[in-house]
């Protein structure tokens, strides 16, 4: 059992109440942070005394920018001796967005995991396989703690080897795995390439899917392919990473534990709160977090509260899927990629010229990053073996810079066609291949 009856079926005055308790607490700490220490509106909201939870708009918003600019200590609110994990978030051009933990953070963080499990019909019966990237990607070891604290039996197996995962799963009967959705497509696929049928030959009842946008079409796909219930998983590393917001059993959108964040969505352009069940930018506040807690951060995940109440009983509002970006950030193999990333590098290259683009496409199964890049006249001589070169260095560049291995394409100056007013670099062809 992990089900915090209490707490996820608060009435909303009683969980106001208890958010405005963690929010004035969690403003005492944040402003330990050199960051946010020396903030006037922090300081005098603190001083006046939170009356109520809209009051937090009179807070500042804390952006990716922000978080960069004090890289590396400047949002550490707590001793750095009490510090015992840091994680950091793929997809940054510059400094990397760094998330620090201490004890406390960490025993919340798994609370929020089992439980956001646990309402997704998961028990302690199952054995759990995690398929997503261990380090420094949250998924992994965000997941592990929740499932071991749920006490399900854990298969770290991490990313990649899709041969290796159908063994795990057939060897130790795995009835959960956690991936992201748009790897499901190559693991069906290998499963058929080895004359396996996963709904036959595994005992997996259950598929959670997130880290990346997904369609109600392609998560009925994946539960018709693998004979399964599969559930939406959403989080950011700046608010831990995932067992932010999850779905239940009732597959109505995703409980966003209001206990652990006060949860705003804003119109990114006037960043004023949209209506109830309209889409806007979600910003969200930690109540908490100890060694780094965050203030009206903006996610740039747009999305909306599903209005009304969900027949699981939980009273934590809902959010409707992901429906976008108010940012150009996307994500390929569970990797999150800033165009701008891929501009740094190869602008920095003497060889490479104006233009550039990125592809991406499902090729082989996979979904893959295509980077045609034009190549400044006078070294497009047709020496392939320089051609070669410079494909493998830049092809080592971006790989080492977003954790992806991209295809490089190098093309003859001016045969990128020019786009019309600004230039559009990404072109997404994706399709859900399962
Ligand atoms: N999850 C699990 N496995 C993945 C994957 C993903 N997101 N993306 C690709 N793979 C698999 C591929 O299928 C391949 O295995 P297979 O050939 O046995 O089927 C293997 O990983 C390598 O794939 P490749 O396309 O060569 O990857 P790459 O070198 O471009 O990228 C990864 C390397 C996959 C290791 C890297 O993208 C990664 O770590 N992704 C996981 C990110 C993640 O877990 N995100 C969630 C964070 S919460
Ligand atoms: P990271 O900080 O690397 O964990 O990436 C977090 C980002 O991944 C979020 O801000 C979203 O853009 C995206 N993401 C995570 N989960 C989901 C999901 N279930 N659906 C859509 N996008 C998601
Ligand atoms: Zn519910």
Not at 149 to 160: D, V
Request: glycine share 8%; hydrophobic share 35%; proline share 4%.
């Amino acid at each position: 059992m992990y089900w915090e009856k209490e707490l996820e079926t608060l009435d909303r005055n009683a969980l106001e109440k208890l958010q405005l308790e963690r929010l004035t607490k969690s403003l005492r700490q944040a402003v330990n942070a050199p960051c946010y220490g020396q903030i006037p509106e922090i300081n005098n909201v603190i001083k006046s005394g939170l009356k109520s939870i809209e009051q937090i708009r009179e807070l500042p918003f804390t952006s990716k920018e922000d978080l960069r600019n004090g890289f590396p200590w400047g949002f550490l609110s707590a001793d750095k001796r009490e510090v015992v994990r840091l994680h950091s978030s793929s997809g940054t051009t510059g400094n990397p967005t760094v998330v620090y933990h201490n004890r406390h953070d960490l025993e919340s963080w798994a609370n929020l995991m089992a439980r956001s499990i646990f309402s997704a019909g998961v028990r302690d019966t199952d054995v759990f396989q995690n398929i997503c990237g261990y380090g420094l990607f949250t998924g992994g070891l965000g997941f592990q703690y929740g499932v071991e604290k749920l006490g399900c039996l854990s298969i770290p197996a991490g990313a990649g080897n899709s041969l290796r995962q159908i063994k795990l799963m057939r060897d130790f009967g795995t009835s959960v795995a956690h991936a992201i959705p748009s790897y499901l497509g190559r693991l069906f696929d290998v499963f058929k390439d080895e004359g396996l049928d996963p709904r036959k030959d595994t005992r997996l009842h259950t598929l959670v899917i997130g880290a990346e946008p997904h369609t109600e079409e392609h998560r009925q796909r994946i539960e018709e392919l693998f004979g399964v219930k599969a559930y939406n998983s959403f989080g950011l590393s700046e608010m831990n990473g995932p067992g932010v917001a999850f779905e239940c059993t009732e597959q109505d959108g995703l409980h966003i534990w209001e206990d652990a964040y006060v949860v705003e969505i804003i119109d990114p352009i006037t960043l004023q709160p949209v209506a109830m069940g309209e889409i806007g930018e979600l910003v969200m506040t930690t109540l908490d977090r100890q060694a780094m807690p965050l203030l009206r951060y903006r996610t740039r995940d747009l999305t909306r509260f599903i209005p009304g109440a969900c027949k699981c009983g939980r009273t934590h509002r809902r959010l409707d899927r992901i429906a976008g970006r108010s940012d150009d950030m996307f994500i390929i193999k569970g990797c999150n990629v800033f165009p701008m990333q891929i501009e740094g590098i190869l602008l920095k290259l003497p060889e490479v010229g104006d233009d550039y683009r990125i592809i991406l496409d499902t090729m082989d199964d996979q979904d893959e990053m295509i980077i045609e890049v034009e190549v400044k006249k006078e070294w497009f001589n047709g020496d392939l073996a320089f051609l070669n070169n410079l494909e493998r260095h830049i092809t080592r560049l971006v790989r080492d810079e977003v954790l992806v291995r991209p295809l490089i394409k190098l093309v003859e100056p001016g045969s990128i066609p020019k786009s019309e007013g600004k230039a559009v670099r990404v072109f997404d062809h994706r399709q859900n291949k399962i």
